[in-house]
């Protein structure tokens, strides 16, 4: 064999290998929605424990069939890896607010405000990798929050299957008989919604499995996909990623009311339920919420722009409370 023929075939086994790792890692990465790279990582292992992409990926070819990606991916170079495909098999510390924050993504998800599920309720301070990666150890990262990928670090309650909703997700946590290990709550008074929420959701609170008529006096709902016996998702009102509202209420239509219909929520509507420390939910339940026919302060603007609830300016929860037996609850 000729020096330049022997010559050829190198370069050729060597461009061979390239494209067949590069298939391997593509398909690593997308198959059954497993991005987190794995101990195959290589094709036969070999990229496993090592702490340095550039060894293998080009800066340049990353994510170039995903112009949105490939574009924070050249901006934040490789420090973006670790948040999507995690340590492979190193202890380097995963990154997730480089690329979400507010100036890259920020509506992936809304980080607009000091209040937030830090796990520490009594400390407001911006979310941290650690944070994210409490609740989203492995997301898919398409683009659409879906519960049973999305969500995937814990059991559901005590049995291990994918979450259908994010309020299933939320209530592994928030129920009193089988809390998760390391995140145990004590109520702080009795019924205290925390640990109480799981038997409120299943049996008490209207919002979840008890089923409201919508015959009562103040039935009435805005445009969109709400009806009166469809159960309301926890992030629908609680925003977990940034609220100048306590209780992690949320302060505008577009970080939550998933249901709503676009010409409200994505105005959006702002919300306050701080203005005047006296219990007025007025409005956050006006965003949902409009009488059909108008009765008391029916009419009055609850402070939003918008109308359509009975009382606007007193405590709401005289009558609607999570979990609260008689009434309609919350």
């Not at 948040?83 to 510390?93: A, W």
């Not at 998702?233 to 609220?243: I, K, Q, S």
């Not at 919300?271 to 956050?284: A, K, P, R, T």
């Not at 402070?303 to 008689?326: E, F, I, K, P, S």
Request: hydrophobic share 30%.
């Amino acid at each position: 064999m000729s020096k330049k023929l022997f010559c050829v075939f190198i370069v050729l086994f060597v461009w061979l290998t390239i494209a067949s790792q590069s298939a391997l890692a593509r398909d690593v990465s997308l198959a059954n929605n497993q991005i987190l790279l794995t101990p195959t990582h290589g094709g036969d292992g070999s990229a496993w424990g090592q702490s340095n992409c550039s060894s293998c990926h080009v800066l340049r070819n990353i994510h170039k069939t995903v112009p949105a990606i490939k574009g924070i991916a050249q901006e934040v170079g490789y420090a973006s890896c670790t948040g999507c495909h995690g340590q492979n098999g190193t202890n380097v510390q995963r990154e997730c607010t480089v690329c979400h924050n507010s100036s890259r993504l920020p509506k992936s998800p809304l980080q607009h405000a000091e209040k937030n599920h830090n796990f520490t309720v009594a400390k407001d301070s911006q979310l941290n990798d650690a944070n994210c990666l409490v609740c989203h150890d492995a997301p898919d990262m398409d683009g659409v929050f879906e519960p049973a990928v999305d969500l995937t670090h814990y059991k559901t309650s005590v049995i291990d299957l994918p979450y259908r909703s994010g309020t299933e997700f939320c209530l592994s946590c928030h129920n009193k008989d089988h809390q998760q290990a390391g995140f145990a709550m004590e109520p702080r008074f009795l019924r205290d919604p925390l640990v109480m929420m799981d038997k409120n959701y299943h049996y008490m609170d209207y919002h979840g499995y008890v089923d409201g008529s919508g015959q009562r006096t103040y039935a009435g709902l805005r445009r969109g996909n709400y009806k009166y016996p469809s159960m309301v998702e926890c992030t629908d009102c609680h925003a977990m990623h940034g609220t100048h509202n306590e209780k992690l209420i949320v302060d505008r239509t577009d970080a939550g009311m998933t249901k709503l219909s676009g010409d409200v929520r994505l105005k959006p509507i702002l919300i306050d339920v701080n203005q005047n420390q006296n219990g007025d939910y007025s409005q956050l339940c006006v965003t949902c919420h409009q009488m059909t026919e108008v009765i008391e302060q029916g009419a009055q603007d609850a402070g939003n722009g918008l109308a359509g609830v009975h009382q606007v300016g007193t405590d709401c929860r005289a009558c609607h409370v999570h979990g609260m037996a008689a009434q309609t609850g919350l």
